[in-house]
């Protein structure tokens, strides 16, 4: 019986996991949504930043939460979103977005 490499890359099967990063300069919730790409009903996701203060937005419209200098990362456990918006406020923020799909 042949038994499987255990040290080789997974390459079968669907990926999970996501890893976004971006720089936001936008002041406003009127650039294109992220799309986060995880598959599956509820996931848990990080979003850190460095830089200018970023909101962020869950419908394009209403301010849902700030990350700062002294806050710059958020953690949300089993959470289903479709769309994030970011905006920047005092410069450019950049992103760091990842997440996983729960089981």
Do not use: C
Request: proline share 5%; charged share 20%.
């Amino acid at each position: 019986m042949v038994f499987p490499d255990p040290n080789a890359k997974v390459t079968r099967g669907a990926d999970f996991n996501f890893f976004h990063e971006d720089s936001v300069a936008n002041t406003a919730f009127d650039q294109d949504p992220y799309i986060p790409g995880v598959r599956g009903s509820s996931h848990s996701f990080y979003i850190r930043t460095s830089g200018a203060t970023l909101e962020y937005s869950f419908n394009g419209s209403t301010l849902h939460g700030r990350l700062t200098a002294a806050q710059a990362e958020r953690f949300f456990p089993n959470r289903s979103i479709s769309k994030i918006w970011f905006r920047a406020v005092g410069g450019t923020a950049i992103i760091e977005v990842e997440g996983w799909a729960n089981a």
